[in-house]
């Protein structure tokens, strides 16, 4: 009934994570230079971090949209309560790569031997593990192990963790040093500002349908208004 009194044609507060509504500040803009640029130059493992709520997993969402307009081959693990078969096996059949033995060391050599035909190739891959704060330190060191899948000078794999706060305190454990040690480049998402809020409100009403905040005053009048700015004070960490 809403949608069709402010006459939007979608919801614009839906709390899927849609890249078409991702709000570019300059925090955002510069995370999403750093995971692409880490990933073209093939830096190997890059690491992002944020608060619950300040648009990772819709950030992550547009880099996914850009590698697969690029052709580029992309593994997704949104589950991070994993044991290390059940990861590999999540890797393996998200990148689409057959392999019938259930053996690690078959597993990892069918990896290897596609990611090396794809560098031939002239192309990437890049493996992106969300919720990564909650993943053991056996898939972490595993994690940590495919870095080695390289050539004498480039990663073959591009690996992005994603995860929050949490999972940089949980790197700077001595037992995963090494896997800190690995990390080439960092990125982080930031709350808005009361100003961000209040642009990012507009621009999802805007994505959304509605016509500006004309619409707002003619439709909904000073309620929506007054609704709007009081979103916008209250200088929450969304995206």
Request: with cysteine; net charge positive; hydrophobic share 40%.
């Amino acid at each position: 009934m809403y949608k069709e009194f402010f006459g939007l044609r979608a919801n614009p507060f839906n709390v899927n994570p849609d890249p078409r509504y991702l709000y570019l500040t300059r925090h955002t803009e510069e995370a999403l230079a750093c995971l692409t640029y880490g990933i073209q130059s093939r830096k190997g493992f890059v690491l992002l971090t944020g608060e619950v709520g300040t648009g990772k997993t819709t950030l992550i969402n547009k880099l996914l949209e850009w590698l697969r307009l690029q052709q580029v081959a992309t593994a997704f693990i949104f589950n991070s309560r994993l044991d290390v078969p059940q990861f590999l096996d999540f890797m393996m059949a998200d990148f689409a790569i057959p392999c019938d033995s259930k053996s690690k060391s078959q597993v990892l050599q069918r990896l290897y031997n596609w990611l090396l035909d794809r560098y031939r190739a002239g192309e990437t891959a890049v493996l992106i593990i969300d919720e990564a704060q909650n993943l053991s330190d056996e898939v972490l060191e595993e994690i940590r192990m495919l870095t080695n899948l390289e050539t004498f000078t480039e990663k073959l794999l591009q690996i992005v963790l994603v995860g929050q706060p949490e999972l940089e305190q949980r790197l700077k454990q001595p037992q995963l040093r090494q896997l800190r040690q690995r990390l080439t480049l960092r990125a982080k998402t930031h709350p808005f500002n009361v100003e961000e809020t209040r642009s990012y409100i507009t621009q999802r009403l805007r994505i959304g349908g509605l016509q500006w905040r004309s619409d707002l005053r003619s439709r909904g009048g000073r309620g929506s208004l007054s609704l709007l700015d009081r979103c916008a004070a209250r200088d929450q960490p969304v995206m």
